[in-house]
């Protein structure tokens, strides 16, 4: 369904209205327009659906989740971007993909390995593209900070150390098994990435821990996860992500010759900070905030209009939700888990970097702020 790819504009569907959609994807077509035009939601929920085409003109169709499919026929998408609970990304990725339709898919990718080897699946048989919003691969701190380890900066990097913690809303759909909740795939596809792409290499064993305060909000999902993720050339990773802590997000990589410290690195509404220490000095990269979800739709965008494979694709979300079953193996049997070869010829890149201004986020309908602030 590529209507008008020859007009140099993607068509989207955002498929989901819930906070991150509201506040951050919405908005963000306004600072990719030069290549992508929202024209489509759909949502099940019908007061959403009435208000917010009063706020994006653009939306010509609407239509609940059973409806997806003829919402995206009367709107002639070329895209869509999936922005609903983690256990519906598969659905509607192959939902997409059948029908020729490319796929822009919210991380985490999926729950499962075999549920992110299906979608890969689907989107090749049906010759359609499919990338994981990891926003931080188009945002500037992080890929300067990347930029700087492979300059040999702090020296050989060999050592990563990350907290990614926030307090979540009670009864927030992160709080629930049903629908893939708890820390580790909500937070901490971030950090496990983030040592991957610093590194540029994947683990090959992990050793993980969850915990509990016996807080309600968390029954059936972790409350608290922390890693160990150990490289092949020897270098180690720690991790701990919570949904019951103070909002925290910062990552440190120490090499043999200084170390570079980045925070809130994986936040989307603050400026960014880098710190970066060789020789007893420290030096401070102070970076504004910005829009980090319009590089997204422009970047996807372009890589339907040139037929090129995206950076992040599926493989790259495929990636991190291995590790992912492997923390969780690891903590249940308290021991450690080893992790079959795997590569990746893509990484994030300097290159891919995208200065958007920032958004003034909307007042959110009937989809709260998923922590208490």
């Given at each position: 369904m590529t209507s008008k790819t020859s007009a140099k504009k993607v068509r989207y569907a955002v498929v989901g209205a819930g906070n991150i959609a509201q506040v951050a994807v919405l908005p963000a077509f306004a600072n990719a327009a030069e290549n992508s035009e929202l024209v489509a939601l759909v949502s099940g929920d019908p007061v959403k659906r009435e208000a917010l085409p009063e706020r994006y003109a653009s939306i010509e169709a609407l239509g609940d989740y059973r409806e997806f499919e003829d919402v995206l026929k009367r709107a002639r998408v070329d895209a869509v971007f999936v922005a609903t609970p983690n256990t519906h990304h598969r659905e509607f990725t192959e939902r997409a993909a059948r029908m020729g339709v490319h796929v822009l898919c919210e991380k985490p990718m999926a729950p499962t390995v075999a549920d992110c080897e299906a979608m890969i699946a689907v989107c090749r048989e049906h010759r359609v593209k499919l990338m994981i919003a990891y926003r931080l691969h188009?945002?500037?701190?992080?890929?300067?900070?990347?930029?700087?380890?492979?300059a040999g900066k702090i020296g050989d990097p060999r050592m990563f150390s990350s907290l990614f913690t926030q307090q979540v809303r009670p009864g927030d759909i992160r709080t629930r098994p049903e629908?893939?909740?708890?820390?580790?795939?909500?937070?901490?596809?971030?950090?496990?990435?983030?040592?991957?792409?610093?590194?540029?290499?994947?683990?090959?064993?992990?050793?993980?821990?969850?915990?509990?305060?016996?807080?309600?909000?968390?029954?059936?999902?972790?409350?608290?996860?922390?890693?160990?993720?150990?490289?092949?050339?020897?270098?180690?990773?720690?991790?701990?992500?919570?949904?019951?802590?103070?909002?925290?997000?910062?990552?440190?990589?120490?090499?043999?010759?200084?170390?570079?410290?980045?925070?809130?690195?994986?936040?989307?509404?603050?400026?960014?900070?880098?710190?970066?220490?060789?020789?007893?000095?420290?030096?401070e990269h102070k970076f504004p905030a910005r829009d980090q979800f319009a590089p997204e739709l422009v970047e996807f965008s372009r890589c339907v209009l040139e037929?090129?494979?995206?950076?992040?694709?599926?493989?790259?979300?495929?990636?991190?939700?291995?590790?992912?079953?492997?923390?969780?193996?690891?903590?249940?049997?308290?021991?450690?888990?080893?992790?079959?070869?795997?590569?990746?010829?893509?990484?994030?890149?300097?290159?891919?970097?995208?200065?958007k201004p920032p958004v003034d986020p909307p007042e959110p309908i009937r989809a709260p702020s998923p922590t208490i602030r």
């Amino acid at each position: 369904m590529t209507s008008k790819t020859s007009a140099k504009k993607v068509r989207y569907a955002v498929v989901g209205a819930g906070n991150i959609a509201q506040v951050a994807v919405l908005p963000a077509f306004a600072n990719a327009a030069e290549n992508s035009e929202l024209v489509a939601l759909v949502s099940g929920d019908p007061v959403k659906r009435e208000a917010l085409p009063e706020r994006y003109a653009s939306i010509e169709a609407l239509g609940d989740y059973r409806e997806f499919e003829d919402v995206l026929k009367r709107a002639r998408v070329d895209a869509v971007f999936v922005a609903t609970p983690n256990t519906h990304h598969r659905e509607f990725t192959e939902r997409a993909a059948r029908m020729g339709v490319h796929v822009l898919c919210e991380k985490p990718m999926a729950p499962t390995v075999a549920d992110c080897e299906a979608m890969i699946a689907v989107c090749r048989e049906h010759r359609v593209k499919l990338m994981i919003a990891y926003r931080l691969h188009f945002e500037a701190a992080n890929l300067q900070a990347i930029e700087a380890l492979k300059a040999g900066k702090i020296g050989d990097p060999r050592m990563f150390s990350s907290l990614f913690t926030q307090q979540v809303r009670p009864g927030d759909i992160r709080t629930r098994p049903e629908l893939a909740g708890g820390a580790l795939l909500d937070l901490g596809v971030y950090p496990i990435n983030a040592a991957r792409y610093l590194f540029r290499e994947e683990p090959i064993e992990v050793l993980a821990a969850v915990s509990s305060s016996g807080d309600a909000r968390f029954e059936g999902v972790d409350e608290t996860t922390t890693a160990i993720l150990r490289f092949a050339s020897g270098r180690v990773a720690q991790l701990t992500v919570s949904l019951g802590g103070s909002s925290m997000g910062y990552y440190r990589v120490v090499g043999t010759e200084g170390d570079l410290h980045a925070e809130p690195i994986y936040d989307y509404e603050q400026g960014l900070k880098l710190v970066l220490t060789t020789e007893g000095k420290s030096r401070e990269h102070k970076f504004p905030a910005r829009d980090q979800f319009a590089p997204e739709l422009v970047e996807f965008s372009r890589c339907v209009l040139e037929d090129r494979e995206p950076e992040p694709s599926g493989e790259e979300g495929l990636a991190d939700i291995r590790v992912v079953e492997a923390v969780l193996q690891s903590a249940r049997s308290g021991r450690a888990v080893q992790l079959p070869p795997w590569s990746r010829a893509q990484r994030p890149d300097v290159d891919q970097e995208q200065r958007k201004p920032p958004v003034d986020p909307p007042e959110p309908i009937r989809a709260p702020s998923p922590t208490i602030r």
